[in-house]
């Protein structure tokens, strides 16, 4: 029991600043104002290192691929499971989310821009896709540029073979240095989220606290469906009867590891492990399961649907139309691409919604705090989503009898 609590340990600071933060509020009212700097230098914190995190983590996972057998073959039918789960899941939340609203009203004040310059098409495109100028990729609101932009340096730097050894330590050195930059930063969240709710429930009430509960029991029981469910049907289509039998037999390890650690690079090796007990060959385990923990992310597609809607209650911004779910889902698989396999990181998702939905920096705050409470359902959802989808690659590659093929060391 003591090492549960333990590995849940910084969730639960969170949580406990988080609500001494709402009781300050309730009790000084506007006040608290007083202390909002505090939440203001955490979210800057975050939005200056999003940036290089982005562009290393990624860059640094496509290069740093062994060249292997059928790679090609893994990697396109990996991409588009990848691509359909994160769909799938995304679409599950939104079923749920317009059923049963994660917000009831909001007091939130909204400002409509006084003019909106309309763009064509064309140009709309060439501005999601492309910049101008190189300096350009440094600016947070090029986040989808910044992320082609380093899915390319990681291939020019695979394909550069030996001469790009050293580039390609260098972009992995650079993953890790901002990976531990996240962790020194996230010391702070404590602070910097107790004070920022301090001033918002000071200013607004406890219209927020409510809302909040209603948005998390929407979460979990949508979440424990769809490992339920969704993991089942995966599991079928990749093996038929015996696949669901022996995806059950071995997940349950790599369930509890991510759940109990609150990271999906945690998890690696036991998931590992288990596609290696399924009968996933090697090369196709190696190759999926490291990639998927930082690029599959069904869980934090759940999380950043239910985000999406509840900050656009908050905000009093209109969540319907066909137009508008296919730019969440969308943002849904985006958001989950930057999310990295470290407890908490789901904050650089959160960044990612903000930034591609231009919304106001107050909505940061507003929706970490969901991201607070969902991690952990949300990390074994990523983690034992990748040996599923390891399932799903090779049945794709090597046809419906993979299971009875001997499983190579």
């Known amino acids: 029991m003591i090492s549960k609590l333990k590995a849940y340990r910084f969730p639960i600071i969170l949580l406990i600043s988080i609500i001494i933060g709402s009781i300050i509020g309730l009790v000084f009212g506007e006040k608290a104002n007083v202390i909002k700097p505090l939440g203001d230098i955490f979210i800057n914190l975050l939005f200056m290192v999003v940036v290089p995190l982005v562009f290393f983590s990624i860059s640094s996972s496509i ?64 501005q999601t896709f492309t910049v101008p100028d190189f300096v350009d990729l440094f600016s947070r609101s090029n986040m989808l540029v910044l992320i082609i932009f380093a899915v390319l340096v990681g291939l020019a730097t695979g394909l550069a073979g030996q001469q790009g050894k050293t580039f390609a330590t260098f972009l992995t050195s650079g993953s890790e240095v901002f990976m531990k930059l996240v962790q020194i930063i996230m010391y702070y969240a404590p602070i910097g989220l107790g004070a920022y709710f301090a001033a918002l429930v000071g200013e607004f009430g406890t219209t927020l606290l409510g809302d909040y509960a209603k948005a998390i029991i929407i979460y979990y029981p949508v979440a424990i469906l769809y490992f339920f469910i969704g993991f089942t049907l995966y599991a079928f289509l990749a093996g038929g009867k015996r696949g669901v039998a022996a995806f059950w037999k071995n997940i349950l390890s790599p369930a509890v590891t991510s759940l109990g650690t609150g990271s999906s690079v945690a998890a690696i090796p036991v998931n590992l492990q288990a596609a290696k007990k399924i009968g996933v060959p090697k090369d196709v385990r190696e190759t999926v399961i490291p990639l998927g923990a930082t690029i599959h992310m069904d869980g934090s597609c759940l999380s950043a649907m239910l985000k999406i809607a509840f900050v656009f209650s908050v905000f009093n911004m209109d969540f319907s139309g066909i137009s508008t779910f296919l730019i969440a889902i969308g943002i849904c698989l985006l958001s989950g691409i930057v999310m990295s396999g470290i407890p908490g990181g789901g904050f650089l998702g959160e960044l990612m919604i903000i930034t591609l939905y231009g919304l106001p920096i107050q909505a940061m705050p507003i929706i970490s705090a969901i991201g607070v409470v969902v991690d952990p359902p949300a990390t074994m959802v990523n983690a034992t989503g990748d040996t599923v989808a390891s399932m799903l690659v090779t049945r794709t590659i090597d046809g419906k009898d993979w299971m009875d093929m001997p499983v190579d060391e």
């Open 63 to 126: 290069a740093g691929m062994d060249s292997m057998r059928r790679l090609g073959k893994i990697m396109g039918s990996m991409i588009t499971i990848f691509f359909i789960t994160g769909i799938i899941a995304s679409i599950f939340m939104l079923f749920f989310t317009v059923i049963f609203s994660p917000i009831s009203s909001s007091n939130f004040p909204t400002e409509t821009p006084e003019e909106i310059e309309e763009i064509s098409l064309a140009d709309q495109l060439v």
